[in-house]
């Protein structure tokens, strides 16, 4: 069982930025393949970034270049930095694990374990 915490979600305005946090438990945390997604009012989750242990990462065409993810394997924690926000951004942020395989993917079945997930608002 993997328990995923979040932290860092607030509001700002549109051109801020935020970090996020997610906290893992597990001892095998370095090979987890840890993602972020997101869900708006009235729309589907969907893919932000993941990030495995290489360490690999993979964005959405949305956040690219402007969102980046990053591990602490010694911390058990993965970061989602977020520059120029959008307030299309504005969405409940998720943190997910996959342990059985190191492949990322864009799919949120893929990923058994999930956090509560932090608000993100972002004012225009």
């Known amino acids: 069982q993997v328990q995923l915490v979040e932290s860092g979600g607030g509001l700002v305005q549109a051109g801020d930025s935020l970090r996020l946090s997610c906290a893992a438990s597990g001892r095998t945390f370095s090979t987890y393949v840890m993602g972020w997604f997101r869900q708006a009012p009235g729309k589907e989750r969907e893919f932000v970034a993941a990030i495995i ?18 591990r602490d394997n010694a911390e058990n924690t993965v970061y989602l930095q977020m520059n120029s926000l959008k307030a299309e951004d504005t969405a409940v942020y998720y943190c997910a694990a996959r342990i059985d395989r190191p492949v990322i993917t864009v799919t949120p079945s893929a990923y058994p374990y999930w956090g509560q997930g932090t608000q993100v608002t972002v004012s225009s």
């Open 53 to 70: 242990r290489s360490p690999t990462t993979y964005y959405a065409d949305s956040v690219k270049g402007r969102f980046t993810i990053s």
